[in-house]
């Protein structure tokens, strides 16, 4: 909204510090961390009297999650608030691609809120039916794609871009709808099966929004796709402004998620977050780095699935406990340990994601 203003710039003056898109991420970055932190406490107090018990605590979950009942959950609003305003504030609002990831995100974090307020209600792990969550998840990432493919130049719509191999292509057609239908599903419930200690998913997502931020800012500007040799995909740009509004948010959000957790994030935000990581890769054309970048993400549903299927076909279980974050604290590691340790990971997947960017 505030880009309006440079129609007021002779191009000498304050005015025209908005018509950079780094200047802009740098007032939606503030922006949003500055909502989170006004409003986060507030948003805390309510939801506590709201909910009563808080967030239901699974019975066969690790023994020390019991201390957390009576947390409030939903703490995802907190974020999805930040986020909205900032980039609605900050970005360009005749961009295609900002509203696509905006819409992407609102829509999971609908599902998500639906899902934790089922919860909360009927005071058990029960939400709304994985079926149904699935059914809207996928209607609204096929929304999505088939917007972000009608967006992308006529060379590239429809192709599979691949890391490293930079001039390699592969052409979908009409399969590239379903495939980024399945990386924006896949990559909420990924993030959602994260989002199980204190402050474990929101940082991860930090830096792999981050990461795809300057992906995004890259691949939108000829002089650096011809320097890095990747693909040119107009518009991207501005979605730099939405990803430094998710880091401020997120840091907002982190201050009250910190061990011991005033909030959780729950379903209303890790659906939403992870459903934007989702839709910005698609918009991008860099699913595949996504899967690196996000790989934390990508091992905690891994094993889920093993876990699941192997049970199924065995009895037994791989893993102490599904997802692997749980597996480590039934081994004995204290709760921060475990967080801090994935964090450094997510950091290093970040570091080779955008290393990708250069390698040939």
């Known amino acids: 909204m505030l880009y309006w203003l440079t129609g007021l710039s002779d191009g000498g003056d304050v005015f025209n510090l908005f018509r950079y898109i780094t200047f802009r991420a740098g007032g939606a970055f503030l922006t949003a961390l500055i909502f989170g932190f006004l409003f986060g406490r507030p948003l805390i107090d309510v939801l506590r009297k709201r909910q009563g018990k808080g967030q239901p605590i699974r019975t066969d979950g690790p023994e020390g999650h019991f201390v957390k009942a009576g947390t409030p959950t939903m703490g995802g609003l907190l974020i999805v608030g930040a986020l909205l305003t900032s980039t609605l504030l900050w970005a360009r609002l005749d961009n295609g691609f900002v509203w696509m990831v905006l819409f992407v995100t609102m829509g999971y974090a609908a599902i998500g809120f639906a899902d934790d307020y089922a919860k909360v209600k009927k005071q058990n792990t029960d939400g709304v039916s994985g079926k149904v969550r699935l059914a809207i998840g996928f209607a609204i990432a096929a ?198 340790r994935f964090w450094i990971i997510s950091l290093i997947l970040a570091l080779i994601g955008l290393a990708t960017l250069k390698l040939r």
Request: avoid cysteine; proline fraction near 5%; charged fraction near 10%.
């Open 143 to 340: 929304i999505a794609a088939t917007w972000a493919a009608w967006l992308h130049p006529a060379d590239l719509t429809g192709q599979l871009a691949f890391p490293v191999f930079k001039n390699a292509l592969l052409d979908l057609g009409w399969v590239f709808v379903p495939f980024a239908m399945i990386v924006i599903v896949g990559a909420a419930n990924a993030v959602n099966l994260t989002d199980g200690l204190d402050g474990l998913a929101i940082m991860p997502v930090m830096i792999a929004g981050g990461t795809l931020g300057i992906i995004a800012y890259a691949v939108g500007r000829t002089d650096f796709t011809e320097y890095l040799d990747v693909h040119y995909v107009p518009g991207t740009g501005e979605i730099l402004i939405f990803t430094a509004a998710l880091i401020g948010g997120g840091l907002g959000f982190l201050w009250y998620n910190a061990p011991p957790a005033a909030v959780f994030m729950g379903d209303t935000g890790s659906l939403a977050l992870g459903g934007a990581l989702g839709a910005i890769a698609v918009a991008t054309k860099h699913e595949i780095v996504l899967a690196i970048v996000g790989g934390l993400f990508v091992v905690e549903a891994l094993s889920v699935i093993i876990q699941v299927l192997y049970f199924k076909r065995t009895g037994k279980r791989v893993f102490l406990m599904a997802p692997i974050h749980h597996h480590y604290e039934k081994k004995g590691w204290a709760e921060p340990q475990i967080v801090i």
